[in-house]
T-cell receptor
């Protein structure tokens, strides 16, 4: 049981290049999330998907797009990478859906370290 | 802006000692969670405490919540070198924002053998 799988683990881009971070979960979770982690800033939510077919902006969505391809997969795209997007990106999922109530416990992937030169 | 503020930013102790980390938050919450992150890895959920609970235990972990002071603490008893990691609190406001956890900046714990 792999949990949450992110690819790639490492990537170096030049300013202006584009790339997509892939995330897949095999736990039949309803909600999926993309966070970025920067030194001294903790984790900040970029986008989330509360259920298949829906996506919503988080705290820092500018410069990113997402796609909830199906229930398992949630991708994050940088259309024109900037040095400010150098960060570690984490995908997470949770069993809660759009109409669920209760506590929302997240399962995280191992992270993708992105450097934009 | 970050909901949770953690204190201290870094903590260094000897194996066998207890470690206490604190988290303060600004708005009303539905629940508060603690996560651990080992170096170079993703976050792992440790424990959750709901807004109507004051204390919760799980193994060597004890979490307290004081909603009147908008603060929580995580106590790790009899620490081990393997407890070396960063610890984050995360809050959930509930309602329509239930799914969006807001994380603190974390406490880096180093346990020396």
């Amino acid at each position: 049981n792999a949990g949450v799988t992110q690819t790639p683990k490492f990537q170096v881009l030049k300013t202006g290049q584009s790339m997509t971070l892939q995330c897949a979960q095999d736990m039949n979770h309803n909600s999926m999330y993309w966070y970025r982690q920067d030194p001294g800033m903790g984790l900040r939510l970029i986008y989330y998907s509360a259920s298949e077919g829906t996506t919503d902006k988080g705290e820092v969505p500018n410069g990113y797009n997402v796609s909830r391809l199906n229930k398992r997969e949630f991708s994050l795209r940088l259309e024109s990478a900037a040095p400010s997007q150098t960060s570690v990106y984490f995908c997470a999922s949770s069993v809660l859906g759009a109409t669920s109530s209760g506590a929302n416990v997240l399962t995280f992937g191992a992270g993708s370290r992105l450097t934009v030169l | 802006s970050q909901q949770g503020e953690e204190d201290p930013q870094a903590l260094s102790i000897q194996e066998g000692e207890n470690a206490t980390m604190n988290c303060s938050y600004k708005t009303s919450i539905n629940n508060l969670q603690w996560y651990r992150q080992n170096s170079g890895r993703g976050l792992v959920h440790l424990i959750l405490i709901r807004s109507n609970e004051r204390e919760k235990h799980s193994g060597r972990l004890r979490v307290t919540l004081d909603t009147s002071k908008k603060s929580s603490s995580l106590l790790i008893t009899a620490s081990r070198a393997a407890d070396t990691a960063s610890y984050f609190c995360a809050t959930s406001a509930g309602g329509t924002s239930y799914g969006k956890l807001t994380f603190g900046q974390g406490t880096i714990l180093t346990v020396h053998p």
